[in-house]
């Protein structure tokens, strides 16, 4: 592990995160369309852009190239059933 300090490193990883929170709230914001059209695909938010595929490398790459500024983007599967599941973090 190491500890970063540089101040513009530090800058960047900052708005490199606030790219992302724009792509996730974009993301939650339409989740209940895109979850029901988009079953069984990989998915992928750039730009507060969707980009579907069978393949997390393809949505990745029509992503970075529609949105090459935006490092924030993020991927996602959505699986073909619709399930409860449940998620837990100690036994």
């Known amino acids: 592990m190491e500890q970063v300090t540089d101040a513009n490193v530090l800058a960047k990883a900052r708005k490199q995160q606030e790219r992302f929170n724009r792509n996730a709230l974009w993301l939650q914001a339409h989740v209940p369309t895109i979850y029901s059209q988009h ?53």
């Open 39 to 91: 079953r069984g695909k990989c998915i992928c938010v750039a730009g507060e852009e969707l980009f579907v595929a069978d393949s997390a490398k393809e949505a990745i790459a029509m992503a970075v190239a529609a949105h090459p500024e935006d490092d924030g983007w993020f991927t996602r599967y959505i699986p073909k059933q619709k399930a409860a599941r449940i998620y837990a973090d100690k036994w």
